[in-house]
Structure formats: C-alpha cells, structure tokens
T-cell receptor, first 109, second 114 residues
Framework: TQLLEQSPQFLSIQEGENLTVYCNSS?????LQWYRQEPGEGPVLLVT?????EVKKLKRLTFQFGDARKDSSLHITAAQPGDTGLYLC?????????FGKGTRLSVIA | DVKVTQSSRYLVKRTGEKVFLECVQD?????MFWYRQDPGLGLRLIYF???????EKGDIPEGYSVSREKKERFSLILESASTNQTSMYLC?????????????FGPGTRLLVL
C-alpha cells in the first residue's frame, strides 16, 4: 500500500512569515500533485511536478519534487491570510491518486 | 470552466435510511470518484468508475454502493445509513484512461446521520 505522510499536520503563523510543508513516502510516484482546499469547498489543483528534482514556482509558492520522486515540499514565502487552507499532496502512479492527510495552514493578520 | 456539482451541500438523515448522493460533471471525463473526508483521516477513496456502468472498489467500500448509468453522473448510495457514515463526501472527476490525471472536485456534501 502506498502512503504519503504530510508534516506538519497543523501550522499557525503570522502574516509575512515563511513556511515549508513536507510530503514524504517510501514509494516512488510518477508525479506529485498539490491541492489547496478552502473551507466549504473541494480541493483545487495548485501544481503538478513530474520530473525528479523539478522545482516549480507559483507566485510566492515554490514546489519541489525529490530526486528519487518519493517526496515533495511546498514553501510559501511571506505568507498572507489568503493562503489559509488545507494543503494536500497526492501521488500519482498506476492506481487512483494517493492523498496525504493534509496540512492545515492558518495565517494570522 | 470545468464544473463538478453535487446535489446537496448539507444533508441530515436518520439511521437506517437509504441515502443517495448525486454528482454531475460537465467536462466529458471518463473517470469519476467518491471520497469521504474526516478530520485526522484525510481523503479516503470509497469507489471509482472509469467508464459508464463500470465501478471499482476503493479503500473503504463497505456500507456503500455506486451507480454510473450515464457518463456525466456518478451516484453514491448508502443502503442503510449509520452514524459512523456522518462525514463530508467529495466527488471528483478526471480525464483520460490513466488514473493519475488531475482530479476536479465538487464542493462536497456534509452528511449528518442521526
């Protein structure tokens, strides 16, 4: 069974701080997707990383896929209240997506 | 703009009732999924379907069944609702033959079973 461990589970920070969320597995994935879920809504895709070592930037968000394609990280620079939400990573392979349990981020103004 | 809609945002049912949750997508996607989301447990896959009239069990199918009579519609059925099925239910769809594609989610149905 493929598992994705996300850490931390909860994160509460002040506006302007930086943070990193981690997504780790012992399994290799063909790609890794990151979603954000806001209260009362379904998850929405932020980015997909495909190549080992790949780095993608989405404004203040930086996503990295590990060289061995077993782990990924999401770094947010100068967090804003609008970044508040549940961040989910999902590993893709030959089965339906495997989701991590998520990191709940709260950015306080 | 891609769209996945779910029939209800909130639902309250009694123990033992038969419950139908409907999901419709307008993107002509082949794959559709039903998840439940609980605090501390994350998203857990109940059933998925890769074609009309086809269905596959996910990680927690017990107590649930599904129906896919049309490509755009995927229904989740709780044959006899129980209190431990109180949860947020999310429907999703994705394109293509591979199950690794991006999933587009509906807004969810929050079900309370009393």
């Amino acid at each position: 069974t493929q598992l994705l461990e996300q850490s931390p589970q909860f994160l509460s920070i002040q506006e302007g701080e930086n943070l990193t969320v981690y997504c780790n597995s012992s399994s290799v994935f063909s790609s890794l997707q990151w979603y954000r879920q806001e209260p009362g809504e379904g998850p929405v895709l932020l980015v997909t990383v495909v190549t080992g070592g790949e780095v993608k930037k989405l404004k203040r968000l930086t996503f990295q896929f590990g060289d061995a394609r077993k782990d990924s990280s999401l770094h947010i620079t100068a967090a804003q209240p609008g970044d508040t939400g549940l961040y989910l990573c999902a590993g893709a392979g030959n089965t339906p997506l495997v989701f991590g349990k998520g990191t709940r981020l709260s950015v306080i103004a | 703009d891609v769209k996945v809609t779910q029939s209800s945002r909130y639902l309250v049912k009694r123990t033992g009732e038969k419950v139908f949750l409907e999901c419709v997508q307008d993107m002509d996607h082949e794959n559709m999924f039903w998840y439940r989301q609980d605090p501390g447990l994350g998203l857990r896959l109940i059933y998925f379907s890769y074609d009309v009239k086809m269905k596959e069990k996910g990680d927690i199918p017990e107590g649930y069944s599904v129906s896919r009579e049309k490509k755009e519609r995927f229904s989740l059925i709780l044959e006899s609702a129980s209190t431990n099925q109180t949860s947020m239910y999310l429907c999703a769809s994705s394109t293509g033959g591979a199950l690794r594609e991006t999933q587009y989610f509906g807004p969810g149905t929050r079900l309370l079973v009393l």
